[in-house]
């Protein structure tokens, strides 16, 4: 049985920048016992508070798992990962690194093209969601004031993107290529969202009809 520590680090690996309300509601606990914990995590340098805007009045603080927290999970690619990402960068052109994670995103579109064939779009908004929880995302989609919206509530780039912002556009390049769409990025957890949303504008669905 898992310690209520490691339910913990569980939930913000699966769900980054969670307040402690979030975490007491996700692990089953009050959240004065999540604030003992989160402290103790924060000692041994596994998690980290920081402050989030979100609208009017104070920020509010949520947690993330520092490299070391990520560590404790089978994820050690992390560090070798950001490395690896330093050294492309220190030794080619911007505009190759961006092709190759172009390259990356449509490769990965085309293993799916024959099973998008004939799909409505919300029918391929669904197989998106579900073909990126399988990569690590947390998914929901919604029809907003005549605007298809796509909110990527987790991301397991979360780590790497924030020393390298490059590898957001793969999710993005992904998407936009499964829906045959431009997905425009209107926030980014990065700068202090919540979540990252795309937004699809279904006049240019009626176009392409």
């Excluded at 409505?120 to 998914?139: C, K, N, P, Y």
């Amino acid at each position: 049985m898992k310690s209520t520590r490691d339910k913990i680090l569980r939930t913000l690996l699966s769900k980054p920048r969670s307040t402690i309300n979030d975490l007491a509601e996700a692990v089953g606990i009050n959240p004065i016992s999540v604030r003992h914990h989160l402290t103790n995590l924060q000692i041994e340098g596994l998690v980290e508070g920081q402050e989030e805007r979100h609208g009017v009045g104070r920020p509010r603080l949520v947690y993330i798992l520092t490299d070391e927290g990520m560590e404790r999970f089978p994820t050690r690619y992390l560090r070798l990962t950001t490395r690896l990402l330093s050294q492309m960068k220190d030794t080619m052109p911007g505009p190759v690194i961006a092709k190759l994670f172009s390259q990356i995103a449509e490769d990965m579109a085309s293993e799916y093209a024959s099973d998008m064939k004939n799909l409505s779009m919300e029918e391929r908004l669904d197989f998106v969601q579900e073909m990126l929880a399988q990569e690590g995302f947390t998914v929901e989609w919604e029809k907003k004031d005549g605007q298809y919206q796509i909110h990527e509530i987790s991301c397991p780039y979360y780590q790497i993107g924030i020393a390298h912002p490059e590898v957001c556009t793969v999710d993005q390049t992904l998407i936009s290529k499964m829906l045959a769409l431009p997905a425009n990025k209107v926030q980014c957890i990065l700068s202090g969202a919540s979540h990252c949303t795309y937004v699809i504008q279904t006049e240019k669905i009626k176009n392409q009809k």
